[in-house]
Each structure stands twice: as C-alpha cells, then as structure tokens.
C-alpha cells in the first residue's frame, strides 16, 4: 500500500487549499483515513481523520475551518482548508489505518504518506 499527497503550496492568510491524498495497491477496504500536520521543533500533531462510514474528527484548533472528506471508490481522502493561518504552517502528513489487502485478505496498519508543505503567509 502506498499514499500519494498533493496539494500543498503558499498561501496568503484567510486563503483557501485543498489536500489530496490517493491510496494505492491491492486494496479492499481502508478504516481510518487522516492527516497529521508537523511544524518546525513541534511534534507531528492530528489535525483530521475520518472514518469508513464518513464519521469525521478533528483538532480542536482546526474545527469549523477545516473539512475532511474521502471517496471510498477512489481510496482518496481530501482536506479543504480555509480561512488558514500563519499557524497552520506545516508539512501535512497523510495516513491510513487498517487497510484490508488482498490476496491474502489481511490487514495493514497505520501507513504514512509523504509530507506536503503548507505555507500560510503574506
């Protein structure tokens, strides 16, 4: 299994992005899809995930900016950011979460993605 993120770049505060990250491989089903996001000397911090049934869940800091979303037929989970600040700069990790894989119908846990820079600044 392997995840791909995109959609990183420079923004101007109050601006708008959205982050994609598509997982690949012999997939049957994924748990748990999410993003973490680590700024310079701080620790890698959860900002999202979301469930198989669409069940989502945030930071406390990112809530009512930051919307999780995922298409199970695409294995793909998004993040729309908007309203940003210069303190949500970070590098934005995608992850996924018990992955079922096939043949051999067993399951992965805990699969990173690689980072994508997010800059907030005028």
């Known amino acids: 299994v392997q995840l791909q993120a995109s959609g990183g770049g420079l923004v101007q505060p109050g601006g708008s992005l959205r982050l994609s990250c598509a997982a690949s491989?012999?997939?049957?089903?994924?748990?748990?899809m999410g993003w973490y996001r680590q700024a310079p000397g701080k620790a890698r911090d959860l900002v999202a995930d979301?469930?198989?049934?669409?069940?989502?869940n945030y930071a406390g800091s990112v809530k009512g900016r930051l919307t999780i979303s995922r298409d199970n037929a695409k294995n793909t989970v998004y993040l729309q950011m908007n309203s940003l600040k210069p303190e949500d700069t970070a590098v934005y990790y995608c992850?996924?979460?018990?992955?079922?894989?096939?043949?051999?119908?067993?399951?992965?846990?805990?699969?990173w993605g690689q980072g994508t820079q997010v800059t907030v600044s005028s």
């Open positions: 992850y996924v979460d018990r992955v079922g894989t096939m043949p051999n119908l067993t399951y992965e846990h805990f699969i």
């Open positions: 491989g012999s997939i049957f089903s994924i748990d748990v």
């Open positions: 979301i469930t198989n049934g669409g069940y989502p």
